[in-house]
């Protein structure tokens, strides 16, 4: 049995010397280590990866490391939120957000033209220019065709975008579908409404999409779970490993407790249910900010994998 | 300026003493007071009322007081996920959901083919029965025309049904419309897309949707949100109220926190961002469980409105 | 197996019925119902009941609601914190507290002498007068000896006050101890030290009063722990009951979540570690803000012990 | 105004390079950045550093790291609760905690004679063994006086302990004293209580201790409060640092959200409101589990100390 053991700070210390020590130190490190241990494992018993994130992470610098994470072949399939693709496009574009404070006075903001979301500010601006930006796009692709589906339409839009830290960009280029099931759901969602007001015969057409996700993996392929947040995000990717005989590796990382019966704070316990999970090594969830606690998990799992080749190889491709 | 006031237990007190009490008490017992009187005073002032909740809340006993709510004409748009429609209309048609424990044993309950939400379970015969009922209801939908809004083909649903307690029976009957924007994330979403595999010119039309909840109000009218739970439902009423200038009345009532920069932790505090909220007394959020706090809230009001006789007219009509 | 019912209004409802009907919605109504239902087996058992909350409960209006439990016999041994003990005392002696806002300028309360705890206020002015009441009740325990236990201290105090809605006049005249094992953490420590410094065989016996806790009931009694919050209060009362063999029924009431290996998030769970737990319906744990959830749940529990009767026997003693 | 930044790993990458990245993602991983500056600039300016945490953090690997924290300068007051104080010991003394799970079965714990704090776990061995240890021990500190404080008594035993990742131990060969108001509450005040039976003069003064902590610094020596969980623990620190002046920096890491209105969730806002915050880049707070983010933070506190040739001079002495 592993034991608690004293953490000592030693000078330079590396990210992944302290995730490992996080495993023997207590409450929600030892989850965090264990989250760690099990992306590594899925990893190397090559599981397709479902990564699903909430817009508020793509929102803040999260957006460059899942575009990372993409390329570095650990997330096969995405699924998000409309915001994180909308702001997703405005940073490729250019875009610059910036960092506020919890406690900002809201109606001063507005007079100012400015967002929140949490502790960090998007003007006014940026959602002009997306706007901007937006509508070209949306002339290219109904040039090509007439009916949509999300994952199609997200997959040529990010092969429009030349930024190697957009999360659509990365995505295309590393052939990652990304699926976002309430596509209506913000600023984008207006556009499309939009456009469609102009273009009577423009169809995105959600219930393919929920084909493509389907039939993207199969009973047979083993499969993982990462879902950082809650959400229609995390749902979406338990729902279509389901049904697909249910995922063998789950991760969750979240705020949300159980106690209210929310799928945000739905834990791995229940993964077990599936009858695929084979053992305690397969599943964690760790309580707690994503902002924090993703990027000690992947970057621990990134180094061990590295040192093992295993992200090497993949990198050659 | 109020004072807090010693609470006293009188025999046979009632919802609306306790509640009124709570004024007087502190903490959130004063901020759920506050919910109620916003809900009051958003009735008295004819706002036009979004209701949003998620479908662990449809899954649990709200239901029927979410039908009653309607018909009470206490909610005059409903914002929800798919789950939540998938479980009303399983109610609709006889299945029981029954009660069982945070701690049940996940794997127990799946050899036995129940499904866990929370301390609720569903038998995995009702999402059979389910299915058995909704594939007939989308033949007679198809029948009538090949392209529907998700609003329109929840409206007919609801016709289709016939009970009392029903949220789409109910909503239909009162020409409320339901808004669902990731109508694909649930078992329902599997049914759409069995049906469209077979009949290729079935559309969902999410993005004409995005029109009918956008004009089913303007920026003359009063408009407010009752956000109950976050994620995409809580966002979707946000939005298409603020597309119409913002809501001038805001009651969120949830277990996230604005910490992590979430939509579901977001504060009615924003809402004065908006610019249309006039004072303190038009916004509240309450920090807790939808179950215990909305009865509280919603009883209080709905009492202090048929007093005032504003229920009453309404029901009579 | 209990199932799921929908709930609906009725209008004049009254507070039993509304706790009567959360045992079938969901959730953590669910659990509140089950509270409620502990609390009065434990009392139709007659078990000694330790009922434990923390300073900022007092500083709201359940201050007059615990004391009224402690006057119907639902209350044997009371633990809390100090900031409770002075509060009470000042409200005893006068003092009123005001209701602010969680989001209140506080270096502007800072300037005009108010304090803020969470959305209540209290006057630097009640702090004063407190300092002027508790020196001559210094005085007058010194009169009569050198050396003082706590709850020994705190049952002269509460002789000296002369008020139905205070704790510690109630729990002197039903012989409730109070214990308030870190006494000097709260400005009442500031004066006992004060008093000391003039008094040097003043002696305040922490130690002693241990003994007195641990004595206050035995192996044969049923004992019972009522934990409304987290801290010390809580972990005194589950401290003691466990070296008498452990109590057979539990209730916690707290925000805290088990996640992070705290004591105020510690469940009920862990209470059938204790071997003398009988069932499942013997413990509860509920999630959410005590001045919403125990006047809901102990108001059911004294409306039925009422109408058995037992809480009539007692209340005519 | 500062910009949200692309996160992006590095192979190799170090605790400091990723905390310094954090300032620029969002959400918590920028009030975490905070807290780390906030420690720096508190030692930096000679503040006089309360740290306090809660007896859990004890029973966790963070044992050693506070103890490493003791001896490099960076803690000069702790305060702490009497579950801490005892697992110090048994862990100089040998004892061996390991690493269970949340999910524990804990009715077969407790037939194993195995105690569970979250997903830690201490056998009841090693309870028997602290009292073997404690009891001459206090024959010790008898023999020496009848009278003690508790800080007195904790910097004998420190003094008597033997391991370099022992608080007491650190703390006592440092010169840093350990206030611990509520000592009783524990294992530990049961020995005591079972020693004051046998030596009826043995007294431990908790009023004087408060004495203790009052004058361990003035109102012109600038304070500084690190507050790790909440409680007893936190609250006296900012106590004892408010009669004298307030502090002028303060951060807070906690699990507990202010909603509550307790100690445990109070943010560093209402520092602000002791009127000695000089900005807002002297206070930080930041939500979540303390065994991840302490080490974060003051981790690269210390490689910036370091680097600055401030913690090397110190470690000199």
């Not at 993207?216 to 499969?223: A, F, L, N, Q, R």
């Not at 995000?233 to 005989?245: P, R």
Request: net charge neutral; charged share 25%.
């Amino acid at each position: 049995m592993a034991l608690v053991n004293d953490f000592k700070w030693k000078k330079g210390m590396s990210v992944k010397e302290l995730v490992s020590s996080y495993g023997n130190i207590g409450f929600q490190s030892i989850e965090l280590k264990k989250a760690s241990d099990v992306i590594v494992k899925m990893k190397k018993n090559n599981a397709k990866i479902f990564l699903t994130f909430t817009s508020n992470m793509v929102t803040s610098g999260l957006r460059g490391f899942f575009a990372q994470v993409i390329k570095l072949k650990m997330a096969n399939v995405i699924v998000t939120t409309v915001g994180g693709i909308e702001e997703d496009i405005m940073k490729a574009k250019g875009e610059k957000f910036s960092i506020g404070s919890f406690e900002n006075d809201d109606i001063e903001l507005h007079e100012k033209g400015i967002n929140r979301i949490g502790n960090l500010l998007i003007n006014n601006e940026s959602y002009m220019n997306f706007e901007d930006s937006i509508m070209p796009i949306l002339d290219k692709l109904y040039a090509k065709q007439k009916q949509w589906t999300v994952s199609g339409m997200l997959r040529e839009i990010g092969l429009m975008l030349n930024d190697d830290n957009s999360i659509l960009y990365q995505a295309a280029k590393n052939n990652v579908p990304i699926f976002c099931p309430a596509v209506t759901d913000g600023a984008f969602g207006f556009h499309l409404y939009l456009f469609q007001e102009k273009h009577k015969d423009f169809i995105v057409d959600v219930v393919k999409d929920f084909g493509n996700i389907l039939l993207c993996t199969s009973h047979d392929e083993k499969k993982a779970v990462i879902a950082l947040g809650g959400g229609v995000s995390k749902h979406h990717a338990i729902l279509s490993t389901l049904l697909n005989g249910g995922a063998e590796y789950a991760v969750y990382m979240t705020t949300a407790h159980k106690s209210s019966g929310s799928m945000s704070g739905a834990t791995t316990e229940e993964a077990k249910s599936w009858g695929k999970v084979k053992d305690e090594s397969d599943v964690a969830t760790v309580i707690g900010d994503v902002t924090i606690m993703f990027p000690l998990a992947m970057i621990n799992a990134l180094e061990e994998l590295d040192e093992d080749g295993i992200l090497k190889e993949k990198r050659g491709k």
